[in-house]
């Protein structure tokens, strides 16, 4: 059909219907939406109610003048089509540029003393020090925001992600009315020490405001601050804040908390803790009632036997839908079976008296598999988005892999979760063998999936606490030849166990990653079956979308490799270089705009790889090639026993490729 017959068609629908196709083209895929708005008039102001929905005001780096200039620009576009009323969502993000008298002249030091005069009625509240620099480039963004807030006549939600917030926001939402004018979303609260009392004054307003609805960023780590900043953050936690819901906290404050008070005054429905202590979670449930909590979170923290035991015992979670945790099973030494099972007694306790959850994050160790097992089994036949991913804790058992997750955990998945939507796992690369074709085969039996990502390990043969570690025996592969065999000669630490040379090729190996690779996953995942002999009763994957990460330099970092490329040899050096270059990352996604079978792919961070490795260029780090053979145990000769080198330029930057799987 001609665009001509498509707007004479669109034309003679009524505006009801045009705004339904503009809103259903809007969640579908956004770019098609903004197409849909420029066709005509009529589809233009069908889509005016939902551009205008949300406002996003960035005042990062900006003077007051280019700030009151950027909130003049939007109040013109929202008189030019009458559009305050559609606006439900305003976003205040960024701090804003100190002005030039607060400068030492003929510097770019800020003059402390001309801060600390400053004037209150410039910028509230007036600190001292380098505090007062931080707190400015927040709150002078209080006269252009609040013109805007004016203008906003049926705003529901306002989210300040700056320094400060000016008490003049807070005034005007709680100004002559019984409740806020609109919900308030804090994206970085930092509580600070008073240095005068007006600024107590001000964070206590903020912390038990009844507009608060949510704090994605509460920091009140010990590092720079004393007790009375922490206890700022109390009335919040205790309930001081009537409505708050959602709380993300950075840090731990349990131990400088007062007694809890009964009855439990707050309520969130939404809880993520960061970087917490031990008993943080007992100390937050003491203080808030989790009665109506749908969303739990323990980041950067592994739990224990004890921490499991606790929750399957003195907590109630009745109406919990979604939970992120890291579980800890330890063990030390092969005999210890006991301490083994009740740590997985204590873990599956805790899962199976929650209820069925339709989200679930969970970061285990990778042998522990008869507790995904019996997770699943409770949780499974709820569950629409999983995320499950490898830790390292203790000393592991010979047997166990060192990381990633086996083909039967995939299969307990596609086999107990029959609602499952989204998934995000870890794959182990074993050079495009049949074992990893396997695996992927078993995520395409997974016919629920609209979306998988999958974080590919390249280096499991080379970590710290690999295998051998228990026995004390080095698990070297058959297969290697007398020159795999050998130590590689440019290891840091002297007397430590060091990789061979069979772990670098195969780390080089597995590491090479390229968009043939990735589509040729996509092809065996979308390729439908289970990967059992049944695979051909089971339908197809109809995925639409598939991320494919090869894992950072986590197994150079951590592993037996190497500590700090910036300290070691040349060597150490390129094969950095070489691993960064080799190491690409791929999103690959269905046509939704054209409805038909047409796969794009996409290099994710193409231009940060490209940056690093000129930088390396330019530092000397990129292997070069010579007429003569490289030099015996570098990188570069490593490389050459994979990659053979072609005729013609480039060098070995053109000669590298994903190793093809093995289908068959």
């Known amino acids: 059909m001609s665009p001509d017959n498509v707007q004479g068609t669109l034309l003679g629908l009524p505006a009801e219907i045009l705004q339904q196709i503009a809103a259903d083209v809007r969640q579908v895929h956004s770019p098609s939406f903004y197409s849909f708005a420029s066709v005509n008039k009529a589809c233009h102001a069908a889509a005016i109610p939902l551009l205008y929905l949300s406002i996003f005001i960035d005042a990062q780096g900006l003077s007051i003048k280019a700030l009151d200039r950027r909130v003049a620009d939007c109040l013109a576009t929202l008189d030019h089509y009458h559009a305050h009323g559609y606006v439900r969502r305003l976003t205040l993000y960024g701090d804003m540029k100190l002005p030039p008298e607060y400068y030492v002249a003929g510097a770019h030091e800020i003059d402390k003393n001309a801060l600390s005069n400053a004037d209150t009625e410039v910028w509230y509240p007036a600190c001292d020090g380098e505090n007062a620099y931080g707190l400015y480039r927040g709150y002078a963004i209080r006269h252009p925001a609040l013109e805007l807030l004016k203008a906003l006549p049926n705003l529901t939600d306002l989210v300040i992600d700056s320094e400060g917030i000016p008490a003049c926001l807070l005034e005007f939402l709680h100004q002559g009315l019984p409740v806020p004018r609109c919900k308030l979303t804090i994206s970085r609260m930092s509580f600070r020490s008073p240095h005068r009392s007006g600024d107590a004054a001000h964070h206590m307003a903020i912390a038990t405001s009844p507009a608060l609805h949510s704090v994605r960023d509460c920091n009140a780590k010990y590092g720079r601050r004393d007790r009375k900043d922490v206890l700022l953050a109390f009335p919040m936690i205790a309930g001081g804040a009537p409505n708050l819901k959602e709380v993300t906290f950075y840090g731990s404050i349990g131990e400088w908390l007062p007694e809890p008070t009964a009855p439990k005054r707050g309520s969130l429905t939404s809880l993520t803790l960061h970087c917490p202590q031990e008993n943080d979670l007992q100390v937050w449930a003491d203080h808030t009632d989790f009665i109506h909590l749908r969303s739990l979170a323990i980041v950067n923290f592994n739990l224990i036997e004890d921490d499991l035991r606790w929750l399957a015992q003195d907590i109630r979670l009745p109406n919990l839908r979604s939970l992120n945790v890291s579980v800890e099973v330890v063990i030390t030494r092969d005999e210890d079976e006991e301490w083994y099972d009740e740590q997985v007694d204590a873990a599956v306790a805790s899962s199976t008296r929650l209820p069925r959850l339709k989200v679930l994050t969970l970061c285990i160790n990778s042998h522990a598999t008869e507790i995904i097992s019996r997770v699943l089994t409770h949780h499974g036949s709820t569950l629409k988005n999983l995320n499950l991913h490898t830790v390292s804790g203790g000393l592991q058992r010979p047997s166990f892999p060192s990381d990633g997750f086996g083909v039967d955990v995939f299969r307990e998945i596609r086999d107990r979760c029959p609602l499952l939507e989204h998934l995000r796992t870890d794959v182990r690369r074993t050079f495009s063998d049949a074992q990893e074709v396997a695996i992927y085969r078993t995520l395409g039996g997974i016919s629920t999936l609209r979306s998988l990502a999958l974080w590919l390990k390249c280096c499991h043969v080379c970590r710290r606490q690999g295998p051998y570690r228990a026995t004390g025996v080095e698990d070297i592969p058959a297969s290697w030849d007398a020159y795999d065999r050998q130590a590689w000669p440019f290891n840091r630490f002297e007397g430590s166990w060091s990789p061979r040379n069979g772990h670098i090729r195969e780390f080089l190996a597995n590491c090479a990653f390229d968009e043939p690779l990735a589509r040729s996953i996509w092809d065996v995942i979308c ?47 390129q094969l950095y270089a070489m691993f960064y270059e080799m190491k690409r990352s791929y999103l690959l996604q269905r046509s939704v705009r054209y409805g038909d079978d047409t796969v794009f792919a996409a290099e994710i961070a193409r231009q940060r790889r490209e940056k690093r490795a000129k930088k390396a260029e330019m530092g000397g780090d990129i292997p070069v090639e010579r007429e003569e053979e490289p030099a015996r145990d570098t990188p570069l000769y490593l490389f050459r026993r994979i990659w053979p080198e072609k005729k013609g330029p480039g060098g070995w930057r053109n000669d590298w490729f994903g190793l093809p799987l093995q289908r068959s």
């Not at 990967?531 to 051909?536: K, L, N």
């Open 527 to 573: 390729g439908g079956g289970g990967g059992d002999s049944d695979a051909s009763s089971r339908p197809a994957s109809k995925l639409q979308r598939l991320s494919l990460h090869t894992e950072d330099d986590e197994g150079l970092t951590v592993g037996g490799l190497i500590v700090d490329g910036k300290h070691h040899s040349p060597e150490v050096r």
